[in-house]
């Protein structure tokens, strides 16, 4: 983090006490306040219909600072050696309902780059409820069951550069934490990174829910244009051609899980974590059961800005 960008005018900015790849924003009352009436301007119809206004509340976020803000989150999130931060109102008010959170995320993806259609929720977010009950086909709305560390965007053609996961509200919860892992902290990296198999392509699908009728191919393992490590794996969806591929996955499974360089945070109600998805991985804890446990989360994710 620059000396020039520590400190901006209506946010708090620190590293989180953990790590100091991850930054803290938190976003002050009297900033809030300035957001109030440019949100109000549109509603999230006019969001989801129109790709336009989405840039128009961006602008408005990013005139809170002068623009200091968008080159923070751009910064931030394209650095190796930090690439998360984690942002969201200090605090929660009356002022601050559903909505309201929906474009704030919305204004801070569109800081940093388009975001992909999610065939799931058919619009550029998805929003979904974790509840006691669940007859899903996939880890995310399984409340009892560890969500292994992963990255997003292993079962589409479209580009993933960064993914951002919001709160938007929970009910009688305990657990539940977000874990996270840089590719760098990983302990096991040299080891998996080249072993060969992991840069042999693997099929990858995705159950019905996600809505996607295509499979892809690519390897778990990549480089950057500086030669480092990317990855691109989640544990339900690999489809291994045999026994070596599948016996890979387990290594690299059970080597993720076992990390001791993992992150547990929790995530406050209203706050994103927002990160790069080719050296961080993602995760959530499992809750303690309670039949009136909900929890509502917002996922946006895409590409950065090409210009």
Same mark, same amino acid.
């Given at each position: 983090?620059?000396?020039?960008?520590?400190?901006? @005018?209506?946010?708090?900015?620190?590293?989180?006490?953990?790590? +100091?790849?991850?930054?803290?924003?938190?976003?002050?009352?009297?900033?809030?306040?300035?957001?109030?009436?440019?949100?109000?301007?549109?509603?999230?119809?006019?969001?989801?219909?129109?790709?336009? &206004?989405?840039?128009?509340?961006?602008?408005?976020?990013?005139? &809170? &600072?002068?623009? #200091?803000?968008?080159?923070?989150?751009?910064?931030?999130?394209?650095?190796?050696?930090?690439?998360?931060?984690?942002?969201?109102?200090? +605090?929660?008010?009356?002022?601050?309902?559903?909505?309201?959170?929906?474009?704030?995320?919305?204004?801070?993806?569109?800081?940093?780059?388009?975001?992909?259609?999610?065939?799931?929720?058919?619009?550029?977010?998805?929003?979904?409820?974790?509840?006691?009950?669940?007859?899903?086909?996939?880890?995310?709305? #399984?409340?009892?069951?560890?969500?292994?560390?992963?990255? @997003?965007?292993?079962?589409?053609?479209?580009?993933?550069?960064?993914?951002?996961?919001?709160?938007?509200?929970?009910?009688?919860?305990?657990?539940?934490?977000? $874990?996270? *892992?840089?590719?760098?902290?990983?302990?096991?990296? @040299?080891?998996?990174?080249?072993?060969?198999?992991? #840069?042999? +392509?693997?099929?990858?699908?995705?159950?019905?829910?996600?809505?996607?009728?295509?499979?892809?191919?690519?390897?778990?393992?990549?480089?950057?244009?500086?030669?480092?490590?990317?990855?691109?794996?989640?544990?339900?969806?690999?489809?291994?051609?045999?026994?070596?591929?599948?016996?890979?996955?387990?290594?690299?499974? @059970?080597?993720?899980?076992?990390?001791?360089?993992?992150?547990?945070?929790?995530?406050?109600?209203?706050?994103?974590?927002? $990160?790069? +998805?080719?050296?961080?991985?993602?995760?959530?804890?499992?809750?303690?059961?309670?039949?009136? *446990?909900?929890?509502?989360?917002?996922?946006?994710?895409?590409?950065?800005?090409?210009?």
């Amino acid at each position: 983090m620059s000396e020039a960008l520590k400190s901006l @005018d209506g946010f708090e900015i620190s590293y989180h006490p953990e790590t +100091n790849r991850i930054i803290n924003i938190k976003i002050k009352d009297e900033t809030i306040d300035k957001l109030i009436f440019p949100f109000k301007k549109f509603n999230l119809t006019a969001l989801e219909y129109k790709p336009f &206004t989405r840039f128009t509340i961006a602008k408005a976020l990013d005139e &809170t &600072t002068s623009g #200091k803000l968008s080159e923070l989150l751009n910064e931030t999130l394209k650095n190796r050696d930090t690439g998360c931060l984690i942002i969201g109102p200090e +605090n929660i008010s009356n002022k601050i309902d559903h909505n309201f959170l929906v474009k704030l995320s919305t204004a801070i993806t569109h800081l940093i780059g388009n975001p992909n259609f999610d065939s799931m929720a058919g619009k550029y977010y998805a929003r979904f409820h974790v509840k006691h009950d669940d007859n899903s086909d996939s880890y995310l709305r #399984k409340a009892y069951t560890n969500m292994d560390l992963h990255t @997003d965007g292993t079962y589409v053609k479209e580009t993933t550069d960064w993914l951002l996961m919001q709160k938007i509200e929970e009910e009688n919860v305990q657990g539940g934490e977000t $874990a996270l *892992l840089h590719l760098d902290d990983w302990e096991h990296l @040299d080891e998996l990174y080249n072993d060969e198999v992991g #840069k042999q +392509n693997f099929v990858w699908g995705s159950p019905k829910s996600k809505n996607i009728d295509y499979k892809v191919e690519h390897p778990v393992f990549s480089k950057d244009q500086n030669g480092r490590p990317q990855i691109s794996y989640i544990d339900q969806f690999p489809e291994p051609k045999n026994m070596e591929q599948g016996l890979f996955l387990q290594k690299l499974s @059970d080597a993720l899980e076992g990390s001791k360089n993992k992150i547990i945070t929790p995530l406050p109600v209203g706050s994103a974590v927002v $990160a790069n +998805n080719y050296f961080w991985l993602h995760g959530r804890k499992p809750f303690v059961e309670n039949k009136k *446990l909900s929890r509502e989360l917002l996922r946006i994710r895409g590409s950065f800005f090409t210009n």
